[in-house]
């Protein structure tokens, strides 16, 4: 879709003009820091506005500065990102500033090409920090603006796919203006949360009615296209809370792969029957004395499903295993990160009178 000079200039002017009377007040657009748009655009992957905000402004009291996020142990990290999921972020978070101590002087890289080099910033992200913070010209396309523009050009391209970005990037790219970047990238966002929503875009309401094709084809609808993805992978596990002496078992994930280096309830990759269960904890050594039937659960990942049964189990011993650790009610509250996989359990267990 080639646009006439003149025409582009209308369409940015409508979109800023919207913008400057419909702009969301978020906590992170009040402050212009660019540490803190950091931070927000990297908890706004995978998650909405509304649940962000108390996590942003909790986050932001316990570290700060770059500095004080670079120097915090990453369970203290984890556990302000707790409820949030895709801990993998905020891995990245503390690794990147890390790297900003160390390289840049704990300031944040003012260009997309400088941004994209640390860790867990990608293309997105990338380009909404340095139109945002810095007044970079440069495209910030996820999910919703690939929609938007997929609707705003008639365009069947796929937006869920790992060619879609690289389709519709020069799209938004020939869009955006060198004045005020930044607004328009988060004028984009907010167009897609407030008005060209997935389902029911709401047309009468856009600044881009008028220049809009799927508008005038009456394909809103019909767009974006997505192409079907495989089904996720089901995985069976047995999820075992076990208690010794008004304490419970943790253990620590692996440093790499899903859930990387969190805490978690004890779990074999299997439903097994009370017996069963009993037998398995009887062998590693925990002399099970009484079993409670804590029901069954499910979690999704992005491409796996577990689906779990719990039980919730009184020992006469405690053996320490590689990674684990018997913690009291005060520590799994204040220090102990566990994934929503396991939320379940784990309010099952402060549910208890006597823990």
């Known amino acids: 879709m080639t646009l006439p000079i003149s025409s582009v200039q209308r369409i940015i002017d409508a979109l800023l003009g919207w913008y400057d009377a419909n702009a969301r007040a978020l906590p992170w657009r009040t402050s212009g820091e660019p540490y803190h748009i950091w931070i927000s655009e990297v908890m706004l992957q995978q998650t909405q506005v509304a649940t962000v905000i108390p996590y942003y402004e909790r986050f932001l009291e316990a570290f700060p500065t770059v500095e004080a996020l670079a120097a915090a142990d990453q369970d203290q990290v984890n556990k302000r990102w707790e409820g949030l999921g895709y801990y993998s972020r905020a891995a990245h978070l503390k690794a990147a500033a890390e790297a900003l101590v160390a390289d840049h002087g704990g300031e944040l890289p003012d260009t997309a090409g400088d941004l994209i080099r ?77 008005i060209c929503t997935p389902k029911a875009p709401n047309c009468p309401a856009c600044p881009w009615q008028a220049y809009c094709a799927a508008n005038k084809e009456a394909l809103q609808g019909d767009l974006p296209k997505r192409e079907k993805k495989a089904p996720r992978k089901i995985e069976s596990h047995t999820v075992f809370v076990l208690r010794y002496n008004n304490k419970v078992y943790v253990r620590r994930r692996p440093a790499k792969g899903l859930l990387a280096g969190l805490w978690e309830f004890p779990h074999l990759p299997v439903h097994l029957s009370a017996g069963e269960a009993e037998a398995q904890l009887q062998e590693k050594g925990f002399c099970p004395t009484a079993l409670r039937d804590l029901g069954r659960a499910k979690h999704l990942f992005t491409h796996l499903e577990w689906r779990m049964q719990a039980y919730m189990v009184t020992c006469a011993s405690a053996p320490l295993g590689p990674e684990g650790a018997w913690v009291d009610r005060p520590t799994l509250i204040k220090d102990i990160s566990l994934p929503g996989a396991f939320a379940a359990w784990r309010q099952a267990l402060l549910n208890e009178t006597d823990f």
């Open 118 to 194: 640390l860790p867990g910033i990608g293309p997105y992200t990338a380009g909404a920090i340095a139109s945002i913070a810095f007044g970079e010209r440069t495209p910030a396309v996820d999910g919703n603006v690939m929609r938007i523009l997929s609707r705003f050009t008639a365009d069947e391209t796929p937006v869920n796919t790992g060619k879609s970005r690289a389709h519709y990037t020069p799209i938004a790219a020939n869009l955006l203006p060198a004045h005020r970047p930044g607004d328009f990238n988060q004028a984009l966002m907010d167009l897609g949360a407030m």
